[in-house]
């Protein structure tokens, strides 16, 4: 009897550890820890980052705690952590890191995954924009990137062509990209309405433009390396006597998002406005009427420069003495800029601690960093111009 009663027990406490696989050994139940005592365990044994493995990541100990792959900052579960702080802010006329130093980014111009109007009528890859923001980053040596977001009024045959507002995919593939490009440390990305069917006649942002940059903060608020672009260029308006009109278009934007940052918790990013004439290259209208939403705090002001040497005072030397300013385009034009304006611009910027962004990571949208080749949407080689070699060894010389 005895002998029964212990091969009973066996059997009962050989049923009693059965894991609960589902015979492909994997855990019918995702939520479940190895080991609830774990030191890295929140105490809930519910709350697992990743399901193949419960320690959830952190932040500073030099590990991958998940088992995702990504360290500390790289990991995306730490792009909002304390101990990644990224946050930029605005100090007279410097831009400065959390602890104070000096920030000056460099890099380039991306687009989405409509690429320029080239793949918006293919379905969308954004594995393609990740896979050059990581060339920009990790071969070209930019730590700087401006996400150029693009949207058109009307379909006419794209597959891709709607905002953020009426295409959830399209706003869940730019989130993906913006959290890709946060996995590089000390990576910013400017994200910007560069074509948008919101912007008034001359490219200003309009009520419904407004609306748009709502929902991006709330999307974005959280996220420390992000910077946020109003416009992309104010067009004509030459002799300056629209300015004042164009800076409360541009102030209506920038009371919005401060709005939704202060619902939503966060500190003030750096918010862009752009040049308030000539296809966003003037802006001596800000040196001597700034933006005062919320005592302007963290506004920068972007110009885009695609002018002479000589032009160079009145673009951005003059304004940065006071300002805190962005070159967001620049690139050699015919008969605007050459390359050696290119490589002045760059020499001048570096003296004025000025961040720049050159035009553009593309090979269709001139001036062109890249060659055109095969599979443009997904996979093309990623081959420099001539201006792509000038800009990427300027970077990796850095």
Do not use: K
Request: net charge negative.
């Amino acid at each position: 009897m005895r002998q029964i009663l212990l091969l009973f027990a066996t059997i009962v406490l050989f049923v009693a550890c059965d894991d609960g696989s589902d015979g492909g050994g994997n855990s019918s139940n995702v939520n479940n820890t190895s080991n609830v005592n774990n030191e890295n365990n929140t105490g809930n044994v519910n709350n697992v980052v990743n399901v193949n493995n419960a320690t959830a990541e952190v932040c500073d100990n030099g590990m991958d705690d998940d088992g995702d792959g990504d360290v500390d900052c790289a990991d995306t579960d730490c792009l909002t952590a304390p101990a990644c702080d990224r946050w930029l802010y605005v100090e007279g006329n410097a831009i400065r890191r959390a602890d104070g130093s000096r920030w000056v980014g460099h890099g380039a111009n991306l687009h989405d995954t409509r690429s320029c109007n080239r793949c918006a009528w293919n379905t969308p890859v954004p594995e393609e924009v990740m896979r050059r923001a990581d060339a920009l980053v990790e071969d070209w040596g930019a730590d700087f990137i401006r996400l150029l977001l693009e949207a058109y009024p009307s379909g006419d045959g794209r597959v891709s062509w709607q905002t953020a507002m009426d295409d959830p995919d399209y706003l869940a593939d730019m989130i993906a990209i913006v959290e890709h490009i946060g996995q590089h440390p000390g990576v910013y990305v400017l994200i910007s309405l560069w074509i948008d069917p919101s912007f008034d006649d001359l490219g200003w942002p309009a009520d419904a433009t407004v609306e748009l940059w709502r929902l991006l903060v709330q999307q974005f608020a959280q996220y420390p390396h992000v910077l946020f672009g109003v416009v992309n260029e104010p067009q004509s308006n030459f002799d300056g006597s629209l300015d004042a009109d164009c800076h409360a278009a541009m102030s209506a934007v920038v009371e919005a998002i401060r709005e939704e940052e202060e619902l939503a918790g966060s500190p003030y990013h750096l918010v862009a406005v752009q040049g308030t004439r000539g296809w966003g290259r003037t802006l001596d209208y800000y040196v001597t009427n700034p933006v005062t939403v919320r005592d302007g705090d963290n506004v920068v002001y972007e110009t885009h420069v695609y002018n002479p040497e000589s032009d160079f005072e009145s673009q951005f030397v003059v304004p940065s003495a006071t300002l805190p300013v962005i070159i967001g385009e620049f690139g050699p034009a015919d008969g605007y800029m050459t390359m050696d304006d290119c490589s002045a611009l760059m020499v001048r910027a570096e003296e004025l601690h000025l961040p720049w962004l050159a035009w553009t990571f593309h090979q269709r949208c001139p001036p062109n960093l890249l060659e055109q080749a095969d599979d443009e949407c997904d996979g093309m080689a990623l081959t420099p111009t001539a201006w792509g070699i000038l800009v990427r060894d300027w970077l990796t010389g850095l």
